[in-house]
């Protein structure tokens, strides 16, 4: 009697590198451009190039089906970018920064080896201050929305690094006579590109 060879049971397919279920926390930095629109009554605008540096925290929760990663990640800048409005109207000498800057945002990626590339969007707010050359300065939280891309690469264990670019557009605020001399209207649309390291627990 013939015996007969027992199939060979075929490992599964193994997991992405990249990706996984779980929280994750980590450190970002980068450079941020754009520009400041002020504009009075409609009748006076001008736009003023603003750019400078942000560096935080950030904070996000995973979740992985095949290869197809998800999630919702958070973070908190200080902001450094800022412009100065010289003789031009409206507000002929104000400074206009952003003082500070976060996100909400989903996440929706797809893990390939040991890199994750993602596409994000959601809420951003900031905190945007106009000054005088006489000291008075007017500050307010403004919301917004986000939306970019970015790769995220796991290194050695928990570990990864990742690249983003956001752009990011903010509400108007008003700056006041005593700052700006007449009630300006400020806007602030602007480009991050930064960099950053994640721990995942």
Known sequence: ????????????????????????????????????????????????NARNGMAGLTFGYNAQSGSVVYGVETDIDAAWMKTTNWGAPPCFACEIQLRYFG??????????????????????????????????????????????????????????VKAEYLYFELDRMTCGTLTCGSEVEVKLKGNLVRTGFNYRF
Do not use: C, D, H
């Open 1 to 48: 009697m013939a015996l007969k060879a027992k199939p060979i049971a075929k490992a599964p397919p193994a997991a992405p590198s990249q990706g996984g279920s779980g929280f994750y926390a980590g450190i970002n930095g980068g450079y941020s451009w754009g520009r400041a629109t002020l504009s009075e009554f409609s009748f006076f605008e001008s736009t003023i």
């Open 103 to 160: 996100t909400l945002r989903g996440r929706l990626g797809y893990a390939v080896g040991k890199a994750l590339p993602y596409i994000t969007a959601g809420l951003a707010y900031g905190s945007l201050s106009t000054a005088s050359l006489v000291g008075t300065t007017e500050t307010e939280t403004k919301f917004g929305w986000t939306g970019g891309a970015g790769v995220e690469y796991a290194m050695f264990g928990a570990w990864s």
